[in-house]
């Protein structure tokens, strides 16, 4: 299994929701990374986990919250988001921050914020 | 900050046809990685070609291979034999310190 899964593939939210973007792993990986991609642009570092605890925010608005409750899974928890998030969320994995072969990226969430 | 520049925007090929997609970087590091990923339209990013700094073989997958100067921080991938499937959003990166950093971009149009 070489797959990161990511869903929802498409949400929608208010201004006002929650809504949490989830990311997962079976591939025994224990680098784990958020990335932000507008259209037409290359994807921006959000946060990376290592062995689950975060080791890089990329000075990120507090409205967005990551928390990685274990070595396969990674969330993105959202709350009071603008329209300027609207993006596709990217979750990435590796298997380590030393030992890198590759990143394997998910399929990405597709978020529009109304 | 590292940089990654790819100062083709958007790039044409006929199908069967070789081309070149260039990319440069700076690091003060002697030590990292670079790949080339694409990004069809699905959106899926997809590994093409992996380089580790300290090896001076080029490395090579199929039809796809790079140029790897290291003194110049060059990292061009040319793509032999060009198919549509090829078609895609193709982005050089470069790792180390824990981030892979991602250049903007070059769209490859392969027309049949």
């Known amino acids: 299994d070489t797959e990161v899964t990511q869903t929802p593939k498409h949400l929608v939210m208010g201004m006002t929701n929650k809504k949490s973007l989830k990311c997962e792993q079976h591939m025994g990986h224990r680098a784990m990374y958020w990335y932000k991609q507008k259209a037409k642009k290359p994807p921006e570092l959000m946060f990376v986990y290592s062995y689950e605890k975060l080791s890089i925010n990329e000075s990120v608005p507090s409205r967005f919250s990551p928390e990685c409750p274990n070595s396969s899974l990674l969330n993105l928890h959202l709350h009071a988001l603008q329209p300027e998030d609207s993006a596709l969320y990217l979750c990435a994995s590796s298997q380590d921050r030393q030992i890198i072969t590759e990143a394997f990226f998910g399929q990405g969430t597709r978020l529009t914020v109304v | 900050a590292q940089t990654v520049t790819q100062s083709q925007p958007e790039m044409s090929v006929q199908e069967a046809e070789t081309v070149t997609l260039s990319c440069t970087y700076d690091t003060s590091e002697s030590d990292y990685y670079l790949f080339w990923y694409k990004q069809p339209p699905s959106r899926q990013m997809i590994l093409v070609i992996r380089?580790?700094?300290?090896?001076?073989q080029n490395a090579t997958e199929n039809r796809f291979s790079v140029n790897f100067q290291k003194a110049a921080k060059s990292f061009s991938l040319k793509i032999s034999d060009s198919q549509l499937g090829d078609a895609a959003m193709y982005f050089c990166?470069?790792?180390?310190?824990?981030?892979?950093?991602f250049g903007s971009g070059t769209k490859l149009n392969v027309k049949p």
């Open positions: 380089q580790e700094a300290y090896k001076q």
């Open positions: 990166v470069e790792y180390n310190f824990n981030k892979f950093y």
